[in-house]
C-alpha cells in the first residue's frame, strides 16, 4: 500500500511538472504580444524623434549654406495687364534650371517685393504660376513686383519634383538670393505668401534666413509624413518673421485643427502672429470669395513692406 502511494506520489508531481512546462512552451503569446507593443511603440517614438532629427538637421543645413542668387532670365513676356507686366523667368537652383513667374509693377520703383509659394500640384500637368496667380495679380496691382517658384520637377523645371520635399526651400531661397538682381526690386522689403504645402515650404524658408520681412500663410501643411507635422513645428525656433496665419473652417483637405495646434506653437514660441479663421470657407477660400482675406493680406504686407 506504501509503496502504490509513493508511485501515485511520483507520478503526480511529474504530471505538475509536466503541465507547468507545456504551459510555457505552448502559451508564450501574450508575453510576446506585449513585447510586439512595446516595440511598436518603441519604433514609433524613434521615429518621430528620427524625422524631428532630419527637420533639424534639413534647417540647420539651410541656415550654414550661402545662397549668393544670380542671374534672373527672362524667358517669356507676357501680354501687359493694366498696371503690371507679366513674365515667365528662369534662375539656377542647385545647378538646375527653375522656371518661375514674375509681375513687375508700372512705375519707377524701387518696389517691395512678395515671393509666393504655391501647394500640391501634378508636378507633370503643372503651368508656372499655377497656384499663385490670383494673390500675384492683387499685389502686383497695388505695387508689388511678385516671384512665383515653380519649384523642382514641377513644369519645365528641371530635377526631380512631387509630394512634400523640403528641398523646394532651397529652390525659394535661391529666388529670394537673387531679388537683389531685379532693377526695380527692393532686396530689403521682401515678404512671402504660401498656400497650403506653399505654407509648409514658406515656414523652412523663413527658418533659413531673416530676409523675409512678413509671412501669410493660407491654411498650410505643416509636412507630408506620418510625424512631419509634429517634427516640422518642433523645430520652428529660429525665425522672427511676422505671421498672419489664415484657415478656412470647411477646409476638407487640411485639418482646421492644423492651423489651431500651429498657432498655439507659434504663440508658445513668442512670435508675432495675428490669427483669422473664416466660417464656411474651403481650402481654396472660394465659397465666399477674397474679398475679406485679400484685403486682410494685403494689409498685413502694407503694415510690414511699405
Not at 233 to 236: E, P, R, W
Given at each position: 500500500m506504501n509503496r502504490k502511494l509513493i508511485i501515485l506520489a511520483v507520478i503526480l508531481i511529474f504530471g505538475i511538472g509536466a503541465f507547468i512546462l507545456w504551459q510555457r512552451q505552448s502559451f508564450p503569446v501574450s508575453n510576446q504580444q506585449i513585447g510586439i507593443s512595446q516595440n511598436i511603440n518603441?519604433?514609433?517614438?524613434?521615429?518621430?524623434?528620427?524625422?524631428?532629427?532630419?527637420?533639424?538637421?534639413?534647417?540647420?543645413?539651410?541656415?550654414?549654406?550661402?545662397f549668393n542668387g544670380g542671374e534672373i532670365k527672362?524667358?517669356?513676356?507676357?501680354?501687359?495687364?493694366s498696371n503690371f507686366t507679366p513674365y515667365i523667368i528662369s534662375y539656377t537652383s542647385d545647378n538646375l534650371k527653375i522656371y518661375a513667374a514674375m509681375n513687375i509693377p508700372e512705375g519707377i520703383g524701387p518696389f517691395?517685393?512678395?515671393?509666393l509659394n504655391h501647394g500640391y500640384y501634378d508636378t507633370q500637368t503643372f503651368q508656372t504660376g499655377d497656384g499663385t496667380n490670383g494673390m500675384a495679380t492683387i499685389l502686383a496691382n497695388n505695387g508689388y513686383i511678385t516671384l512665383a517658384s515653380d519649384y523642382r520637377g514641377h513644369g519645365k523645371s528641371e530635377g526631380q519634383g512631387g509630394g512634400h520635399q523640403p528641398e523646394y526651400a532651397i529652390d525659394?531661397?535661391?529666388?529670394?538670393?537673387?531679388?537683389?538682381?531685379?532693377?526695380?526690386?527692393?532686396?530689403?522689403?521682401?515678404?512671402?505668401?504660401?498656400?497650403?504645402?506653399?505654407?509648409?515650404?514658406?515656414?523652412?524658408?523663413?527658418?533659413?534666413?531673416?530676409?523675409?520681412?512678413?509671412?501669410?500663410?493660407?491654411?498650410?501643411t505643416l509636412g507630408g509624413g506620418h510625424s512631419s507635422d509634429n517634427s516640422l513645428?518642433?523645430?520652428?525656433t529660429k525665425n522672427k518673421t511676422p505671421i498672419s496665419l489664415h484657415q478656412g473652417l470647411s477646409d476638407t483637405e487640411v485639418d482646421p485643427e492644423t492651423s489651431i495646434i500651429l498657432s498655439d506653437a507659434l504663440k508658445k514660441e513668442g512670435k508675432q502672429l495675428e490669427y483669422f479663421e473664416y466660417e464656411g470657407q474651403d481650402h481654396n477660400f472660394r465659397n465666399l470669395g477674397w474679398d475679406l482675406i485679400s484685403e486682410r493680406t494685403l494689409d498685413f504686407y502694407n503694415k510690414h513692406l511699405k
Open positions: 518603441t519604433e514609433r517614438d524613434q521615429l518621430l524623434e528620427n524625422d524631428s532629427d532630419k527637420d533639424r538637421s534639413f534647417i540647420e543645413g539651410l541656415r550654414k549654406r550661402e527672362i524667358e517669356e513676356v507676357l501680354p501687359n495687364e517691395p517685393v512678395i515671393l525659394v531661397l535661391n529666388l529670394l538670393a537673387s531679388v537683389k538682381n531685379i532693377e526695380k526690386g527692393d532686396a530689403n522689403r521682401v515678404g512671402m505668401w504660401g498656400h497650403s504645402m506653399g505654407g509648409e515650404t514658406s515656414l523652412r524658408t523663413v527658418e533659413a534666413t531673416d530676409a523675409i520681412k512678413a509671412l501669410v500663410l493660407w491654411a498650410p513645428m518642433s523645430n520652428l
